[in-house]
């Protein structure tokens, strides 16, 4: 059966032992890598992985195959070829790409109130 790299955009809820945990976020937006035969099959492989690592997942933005995706800016576009070269190195595991932390709707409103 034929294999596709996928990256799926995802917020995180980031559990004790986590990553994200670590460096004192509760939630964040993280890009994830996987080869999967199809969308279904990635999405139960990065949810094994994200509780095995201590997230749970909260969203999945969007799924696409990592060459169908357009990005806007160069940061994230080398960002993302960096997570297909990491993943073309280790085919079975699930690639992570850096962690953002995630503001809530009261962050939000602070900072444009202080803009």
Not at 22 to 43: H, K, P, Q, R, T
Not at 50 to 68: K, M
Not at 69 to 79: K, N, T
Request: with cysteine; glycine share 6%; proline share 3%.
């Amino acid at each position: 059966m034929s294999q596709t790299a996928y990256l799926v955009s995802c917020e995180v809820l980031c559990g004790e032992g986590s990553d994200g945990a670590l460096e004192g976020m509760d939630s964040a937006y993280v890009i994830v890598g996987v080869y999967a035969a199809n969308e279904d099959e990635a999405m139960t492989k990065i949810e094994e992985s994200f509780e095995e690592e201590g997230y749970a997942l909260v969203e999945a933005e969007w799924i696409s195959a990592a060459g169908d995706v357009e990005w806007d800016e160069a940061e994230a576009a080398a960002e993302a070829a960096d997570l297909v070269a990491r993943l073309a190195t280790i085919p079975e595991e699930v690639v992570y790409g850096p962690l953002y932390p995630a503001m809530d709707e009261d962050d939000t409103e602070e900072v444009d109130e202080a803009a």
